[in-house]
């Protein structure tokens, strides 16, 4: 029987929103078991502060995942946060949060990660429930296509192609429940294309976007200075995504 985990200390950071542009303020608190990934905007004066982090919830995912209560009260780019406490095996948190949006960090889930192995990780005492996927399930959308298949632990597998010489096809396959998500997968950075930028921005997309916390490729090269942190990152980070959105199930699951 594997036992269900929550953070050993409350710890917090801070950074700005990558749509919204907004300086944030997030805390991680320990939470009891069975309550799942809750986030709480304390922000709100009037209405339920309180948001489920299921995908019953979402209310977008054009370019990040969004959450919202009945209220209308919501969070956005939950993807990375949800995929670094899938990663580190917390099932149980309180993620407070001062306004409507995560803060980006660095475009990865690996400050995130750090936050909580800083906070410490303990185990409680109730049993970790699962999803054991019985049958292959496809969803298609376009050219894009989805499919969850029976397997045993937990593993990624992506492929993109993107019209880009510098992201091309590239392929993904990951065994998350040998700790490959914290070697392989957290450190990849969310990316974006320079030529986009101008549109996003009159969107109201992309206002806290920077070479800090985004690879972005213009043309046939890296803007950032530092380079790539893998020579897929691009497609590690989609993976990294993916893990972050299959989390909103509310529980782990067992499958490819």
Request: net charge negative; charged share 20%.
């Amino acid at each position: 029987m594997i036992h269900q985990q929550t953070l050993r200390n409350r710890i917090s950071c801070s950074g700005v929103g990558l749509h919204g542009g907004i300086k944030v303020s997030l805390t991680l608190h320990p939470a009891a078991p069975n309550t799942g990934i809750i986030f709480y905007r304390s922000d709100v004066a009037q209405g339920e502060p309180r948001i489920v982090a299921s995908f019953e919830n979402v209310i977008e995912s054009d370019l990040c995942t969004t959450v919202a209560n009945a209220d209308g009260v919501k969070v956005s780019t939950i993807e990375h946060l949800m995929a670094a406490l899938y990663g580190c095996g917390i099932d149980n948190a309180l993620i407070e949060v001062d306004g409507p949006e995560i803060p980006i960090m660095d475009g990865s889930a690996a400050p995130f990660v750090f936050l909580i192995e800083c906070a410490g990780i303990i185990e409680q005492s109730t049993a970790r429930d699962i999803i054991r996927v019985l049958r292959p399930i496809e969803v298609r959308a376009g050219e894009a296509r989805a499919t969850l298949s029976p397997g045993d632990g937990f593993s990624v597998a992506f492929e993109i192609d993107y019209d880009s010489p510098v992201i091309g096809n590239q392929k993904c396959a990951m065994a998350l429940h040998e700790g490959g998500f914290k070697t392989e997968i957290c450190r990849a950075r969310t990316f974006g294309f320079a030529h986009e930028v101008d549109a996003l921005r009159a969107r109201g997309l992309a206002q806290g976007g920077s070479l800090d916390n985004a690879v972005v490729v213009s043309g046939d090269g890296i803007l950032n200075d530092g380079g790539l942190r893998y020579g897929d990152e691009f497609v590690r980070h989609k993976v990294l995504d993916s893990i972050g959105d299959l989390y909103l199930a509310g529980v782990r699951l067992v499958g490819q």
